[in-house]
């Protein structure tokens, strides 16, 4: 049975983005995209709310075909075109090739994906469609960013959470501009 991960860069009191959605307080680096890039890389499903699928749209199909192109880009370039994708959305209608967009029945369908042959499904950014998989106990574990900055207010990871979830630590790796990685799996 396949997993969904949930892949979040997280200030330090729990938010994912600030108060109007901005992510310019998270840090990235060379070594942060070189650890990344080696999960990812044994990834073969993505998964995306509509607001995240539109923003990754809109820059990884051609990111590396620009002459500056970081090696970063072109590597992510290369998975992002080659990777499944399911996008949740209640507004976009068409499947796209690589590409499915699920529009209802979120937890059948989850479930279904889950069942099929492959590797863990990562669930990148997407706080609605995260906060809408939480509340129906569909997320497996949480693959979590911690940026040492404290924002006070902002979109929280978790909200409306109906009961507890517990959670076993797999794996932590602490990186040199200060950021922690946090890899948990649910206890079920």
């Keep these: 049975m396949r997993k969904l991960i949930s892949f979040m860069h997280i ?4 938010y994912v983005a600030g108060p109007n959605g901005e992510m310019d307080w998270i840090k990235v680096d060379d070594e942060i995209f070189d650890f990344v890039a080696k999960r990812i890389g044994e990834s073969d499903t993505a998964m995306y ?19 500056n ?5 072109r590597e992510h370039s290369k998975w992002y075109k080659d990777v499944e994708k399911i996008v949740l959305s209640k507004t976009l209608k068409c ?8 529009n209802d029945h979120l ?11 492959g590797n863990d499904i990562l669930l990148f950014g997407s706080p609605s469609a995260t906060h809408s998989l939480i ?5 497996d574990g949480y693959w979590l960013f911690v940026n040492p900055i404290v924002l006070g207010s902002g979109i ?21 501009n200060g ?8 206890e079920k």
């Design 156 to 176: 929280p990871l978790f909200v409306d959470i109906n009961e507890k979830i517990n959670l076993k630590l797999l794996s932590t790796h602490q990186f040199a």
């Design 69 to 73: 192109a970081s090696k970063h880009d």
């Design 95 to 102: 499947n796209l090739s690589k590409t499915k967009v699920i």
């Design 135 to 139: 509340r129906q106990n569909l997320i």
């Design 49 to 67: 709310g509509r607001v995240t699928y539109e923003m990754m749209e809109s820059y990884w199909p051609t990111a590396a075909d620009k002459p």
């Design 107 to 117: 937890a059948e369908s989850i479930h279904k994906i889950k069942s099929e042959a």
């Design 179 to 186: 950021v922690t990685e946090l890899n948990y799996i649910t």
């Design 11 to 14: 200030s330090l009191d729990g």
